[in-house]
T-cell receptor
Framework: SQQGEEDPQALSIQEGENATMNCSYK?????LQWYRQNSGRGLVHLILIRSNEREKHSGRLRVTLDTSKKSSSLLITASRAADTASYFCATDAKNSGAGSYQLTFGKGTKLSVIP | SQTIHQWPATLVQPVGSPLSLECTVE??????LYWYRQAAGRGLQLLFY??????ISSEVPQNLSASRPQDRQFILSSKKLLLSDSGFYLC?????????????FGPGTRLTVT
């Protein structure tokens, strides 16, 4: 079953604006990760936040995690046209035994940044 | 860091034909390896994962199979392709260990079954 679900499915903003994407999941996790995918390319890891962390920053990226609500958000500040891509959250499942190496990806948010 | 190679980049195959997609990994030893399929505009579906040579776990029953003949080589195969096998196939790698880590992805193979 789908673990992570991103919201919105698509987002269009002007260059310089901030972009916020949300992710909800269903079961307890060890970590939550965000990935970026340019059209027709492989995914690139952006940031990992552990279940005992609430917020993490990396450059213009800010990720929050609320384990009580089983949700996370990715904020991209001062967006650029080059940020245009699809963004996916991915979760593992806590205590998943043999499956502990697996990530479950959401369907992604397609971000368009208009110059 | 790890580098994932995949080939071919694109492939058009008729229904019923065989398939072999190859993935090789550089920059690490004994990685966990994964095959995903991505339908157009959709998320990633995990097909197979491997924690070592000859160790393959299947997540989705289908006419595809995977093999890991060498530590850093992962192959996705089919004896007879179906139209529904069309999609974007991604190979990924992650360090071995008890906790999940970030995954490194290859550039993908676009498969069209006609």
């Amino acid at each position: 079953s789908q673990q992570g679900e991103e919201d919105p499915q698509a987002l269009s903003i002007q260059e310089g604006e901030n972009a916020t994407m949300n992710c909800s999941y269903k079961t307890s996790i060890n970590n939550l990760q965000w990935y970026r995918q340019n059209s027709g390319r492989g995914l690139v890891h952006l940031i990992l936040i552990r279940s005992n962390e609430r917020e993490k920053h990396s450059g213009r990226l800010r990720v929050t995690l609320d384990t009580s609500k089983k949700s996370s958000s990715l904020l991209i500040t001062a967006s650029r046209a080059a940020d245009t891509a699809s963004y996916f959250c991915a979760t593992d499942a806590k205590n998943s035994g043999a499956g502990s190496y697996q990530l479950t990806f959401g369907k992604g948010t397609k971000l368009s940044v208009i110059p | 860091s790890q580098t994932i190679h995949q080939w071919p980049a694109t492939l058009v195959q008729p229904v019923g034909s065989p398939l072999s997609l190859e993935c090789t990994v550089e920059g690490t030893s004994n990685p966990n390896l994964y095959w995903y399929r991505q339908a157009a505009g959709r998320g990633l579906q995990l097909l197979f994962y491997s924690v070592g040579i000859g160790q393959i776990s299947s997540e989705v029953p289908q006419n595809l199979s995977a093999s890991r003949p060498q530590d850093r080589q992962f192959i996705l195969s089919s004896k007879k392709l179906l139209l529904s096998d069309s999609g974007f196939y991604l190979c990924a790698s992650s360090p071995t260990g008890g906790y999940s880590y970030e995954q490194y992805f290859g550039p993908g193979t676009r498969l069209t079954v006609t």
